[in-house]
C-alpha cells in the first residue's frame, strides 16, 4: 500500500523556520510529483508548494514564494519542505500528496493527487 507520512510540524515562533519532511513507501517514488498543501483553519486547502520527477521543476504559491525551498532526495523516498521567515498566517495543517504527471507538477490540480498523508500541524505564534 501507498503510505505518506509527514513529519516536521509543531509550535513556532514568527521570522523563524522550519523543515517538513514526507517519507513516501509502497509506490516507485521518482515516478510521481510530489506537492505540499495546507489548510488553515477555516480556509481551503491549497497547493504551495511542489516538485516534479525533474528536480529542478518546482513550484511555490505566492504565499510562500521567496522564503522556502522544496528539495526532494529519490535514495531516500522523501521530500523535504524549508520555509522561513514564518508568518502566523503559515499556521495550518500540512498535507504531502503524489500526482502523476508527465508535465510540470504546477499543471496538476489538486483532484489530481492520488495519494495523501495524513497531515503535520504547524502553529507559528507572533
Known amino acids: 500500500d501507498v503510505r505518506l507520512v509527514e513529519s516536521g510540524g509543531g509550535l513556532a515562533q514568527a521570522g523563524g523556520s522550519l523543515t517538513l519532511a514526507c517519507v513516501v513507501s509502497?509506490?516507485?517514488?521518482?515516478?510521481?510529483?510530489v506537492a505540499w498543501f495546507r489548510q488553515a483553519p477555516g480556509k481551503e486547502r491549497e497547493k504551495i508548494s511542489c516538485?516534479?520527477?525533474?528536480?529542478?521543476?518546482?513550484y511555490f504559491s505566492n504565499s510562500v514564494k521567496g522564503r522556502s525551498t522544496i528539495v526532494r532526495d529519490n535514495a531516500k523516498n522523501t521530500v523535504y519542505l524549508q520555509m522561513t521567515s514564518l508568518k502566523p498566517e503559515d499556521t495550518g495543517l500540512y498535507y504531502c500528496?503524489?500526482?502523476?504527471?508527465?508535465?510540470?507538477?504546477?499543471?496538476?490540480?489538486?483532484?489530481?493527487?492520488?495519494?495523501w498523508g495524513q497531515g503535520t500541524l504547524v502553529n507559528v505564534s507572533s
Open positions: 516538485i516534479s520527477t525533474s528536480e529542478g521543476d518546482t
Open positions: 509502497g509506490i516507485t517514488f521518482y515516478d510521481y510529483a
Open positions: 500528496a503524489l500526482g502523476r504527471t508527465y508535465h510540470s507538477c504546477s499543471a496538476l490540480a489538486q483532484r489530481e493527487y492520488v495519494s
